[in-house]
């Protein structure tokens, strides 16, 4: 028995004793190296948020030698599928890493952050090289030494982006002038109507009349009356008409002594949507949730949906579909394919978009080079081709409708009378934007504003539903601002 | 005289320290050292604005004085206490019920394992799976409000309304804690000396009386441990609530518990504001299992 005893307690403490050595045997500088110029490691389809485990580049090379993995950073594949599908001049021996964290709960930020702060200290491999950002706190990482300078430290010419939609770089422009990113993408906002609902209510789907009907605001409010009467609701829900009134304000979100303004248009919104919710107006629900998603597809009873270019191929496609597009089928990847598992796809074809009651803008995606990045050339390549290139560009609105960020390349389609969208029933949405993409103002934008903008949205969310009254909500906006933004103070 | 000195007695008590110091080690720098630092910190103003760090600048007792006068904390405080009484109540009457039940002689249950395998089962789940399902089921257009419409009702939105919010986070924190309730109850019904018990029924005691003079009083220190345990779990609730409610704390924030309060201040990193909070929920839960300890034990020194 005492053997048996022995020989068991011998056991267990080789164990422990294993799973300890198991920690340490990660860095094993004798493993081969992976990458070797032979292999063919273009862009890496799968999603590998890992970083690449090569050992650093030899030493012994210049330093000018190009870091052998490309760190791109997102929260969602809208890029990577464009990347994907439109850039092919990534070198035989680089692997392209996409790390895509979801934006919700601030993740992404809060991810991105951290890895930004230790770029320093992060191996070459590690470092992130390009990552992206959207309009609502652009300017958090813009004003930040953490980007490059597209002229001076990318290397891009005034000449390469020069046809892009001047808005674009004026938010990306840093205190001291400097550019500090790229989009390929501008945002012009729109209204997107059901053609069948618009043809039951106003008695056509003709863009031109529609965009009659809605021209103001009071013609709105008349044409909500009427889709009522038909049992129609005219937005799906509390969110949906804020950014119409957000990106229309004439001062920002916190002046210079850091109080939180709430601008006169803002007040408009919150007014409109608590009229629409008690009239019955709206379904009630909340931008990006399951009924919200809902409402555009097949089941919903909406009339229309305010949406920026972006979301008509990234969204509001999507969503309208019966049956979810096969996977890997994409407008961009194989257009053949798409048209035929589109064509009669739900409500496929039963969308039209109009400018709406007010000219806006909403969103968009820059393109920023971390500093600190071992891929300056391919970095420059990637956003010289994605962002300037009038001939990618114009083929990336073909293929997805969305407007692309190339002055020249978007009045050539407008004026085309060939270039239609399937999805909006035919409908040449570039023309009605090439206007007001010019008249785009980003001027009153600030850095507080993606935490200001949800925080305003959840807080009046109680309000719309009934369960506490303006000054409640009001209190409960402040609140969550200040617990956010503790260098705000409330007015 | 040398006899004396010679005569070794083998003392194995070294090997006790020995044995200990892994324990000791993990402790101190996993909770000692953390836990100073948090009350250090949260003397300082410390936070992140975007992407520049804000402080930390010593502030003295400023952090202290925002926390418990500026901020709804009392609101947060009745919450999670609300939303924890509210479960355990319940929680402990149904589970002295059923080990009542499990452990008679005369009611002698069918498949008893069988229920107890069952009613523990919840307690594996994680409890952010949970929740995230009882989110799903609950949604405004989820199973249970369809099923509320095809009744011919009007459609409930659970998630918007206050009883709706807190009665299902308070359904799911009964349902993830009456099994092992039950089981640590039965466990101490069991232990419970039979004599005791046959001479209660000897002296004509019935079901209700065993219980209550016989039975109770006998598993009082379960009772206690179950209590301050669950009162610790109360003041720490977190993860069913925050998924549930999406980081929101519900309509009106009537779902934010203390923990998820803290979390928020997270969000900027803001350790100066989040320590001072650490900081007086340590003392609180610190204050309450004193005071239950004490109440309900100094009986047994008589």
Known sequence: ?????????????????????????????????????????????????DPDPDPDP???????????????????????????????????????????????????????DEALLSQETAADDDKIDLFLVEADYALKYVNSPYTLDIINDVGLTQEDIAGQYTYT????????????????????????YRRSIAKDVLGTDDPAAVQEALSTWDKFYEVAEQANEKGYKMLSGYDDSYRTFSNNVSSPWVDEDMNIVIDDNIQAWIEQTKDFSDKGYNNGTSLWDDQWASDQGPEGDVFGFFYSTWGINFTLLGNALETPLPDGVSATGDPDAFKEATEGNGIFGDYGVVEGPQNYYWGGSWLCAATGTDNVELVRDIMKTMTCDPEVLQTITKDTQDFTNNVEAMEELAADDDFASAFLGGQNHIAL??????????????????????????????????????????????????????????? | MKSLKQRKSISYSKWGYVFLLPFFSVFIVFTL?????????????????????????????????????????????????FIWILGFIPQILISLLLAVWF???????????????????????????????????????????????????????????????????????????FGNTTILIMAGVMGIDDSILEAAQIDGAGPWKTFWHVTLPS????????????????????????????????????????????????????????????????????????????????????
């Open chain 1, 1 to 49: 028995m005492s053997k048996f005893k022995r020989i068991f307690a011998l056991m267990l403490a080789l164990i422990m004793v294993f799973t300890f050595a198991a920690c340490n045997g990660v860095d094993d500088p004798d493993e081969p190296v992976v990458t070797d110029p032979a292999d063919p490691g273009v862009t890496d389809p799968a999603d590998d948020p």
């Open chain 1, 169 to 192: 770089q004026e938010i990306v422009t840093d205190s001291n002038g400097a550019i500090k990113g790229t989009s390929w993408q501008a945002t012009p906002g729109l209204f997107a």
């Open chain 2, 103 to 177: 452990t008679s002689k005369r009611l002698d249950i069918k498949f008893s394992s069988f229920f107890k395998t069952v009613i523990y089962m919840p307690n594996l789940i994680m409890a952010a799976a949970f929740s995230m399902l009882f989110f799903a089921l609950f949604s405004d257009v989820g199973p249970v409000n369809n099923i509320i419409v095809s009744l011919g009702f009007e459609r409930f939105s659970f998630m918007e309304s206050v009883g709706g919010n807190r009665g299902l986070i308070v359904l799911m924190n009964f349902l993830l804690w």
């Open chain 1, 433 to 491: 934007f090439t206007e007001s993409a010019k008249g785009i103002d980003m001027s009153n934008i600030s850095p507080y504003d993606q935490g200001l903008n949800e925080g305003i949205q959840t807080a009046f969310k109680d309000y719309f539903n009934g369960n506490v009254d303006y000054d409640t909500a009001l209190d409960n906006f402040y609140t969550a601002a200040i617990e956010k933004y503790p260098d705000l103070k409330r007015p």
């Open chain 1, 58 to 112: 030899d030493p012994d090379v210049p330093a000018v030698e190009q870091g052998k993995v490309l760190n791109v950073w997102g929260w969602n594949d809208e890029f990577k599928g464009l990347f994907e599908a439109y850039f092919e001049g990534v070198p035989d021996d680089v692997e392209v890493n996409f790390t895509l964290t979801p934006s919700d709960d601030n993740a992404y930020q809060n991810a991105l």
């Open chain 2, 219 to 302: 598993i009082k220190p379960i009772l206690v441990y179950v209590l301050i345990t669950s009162m610790i779990g109360g003041i720490q609730m977190f993860d069913v609530p925050q998924i549930f409610t999406n980081g929101r704390g519900g309509p009106n924030r009537t779902s934010m518990t203390l923990i998820m309060y803290l979390n928020n201040h997270l969000f900027s990193k803001n350790y100066g504001l989040a320590g001072a909070l650490s900081v007086i929920l340590l003392i609180a839960t610190a204050i309450l299992s004193f005071v239950v300890y004490r109440n309900l034990t100094e009986k047994e020194a008589k």
């Open chain 2, 33 to 81: 050292i953390p836990l100073v630092s948090t009350i250090y910190y949260s003397f300082f103003e410390n936070y992140m604005s975007g992407l520049t760090q804000i402080g930390p600048t010593f502030v003295g007792l400023d952090n202290y004085k925002t926390i418990l006068f500026e901020t709804d904390l009392p609101k947060y405080a009745w919450n999670t206490f």
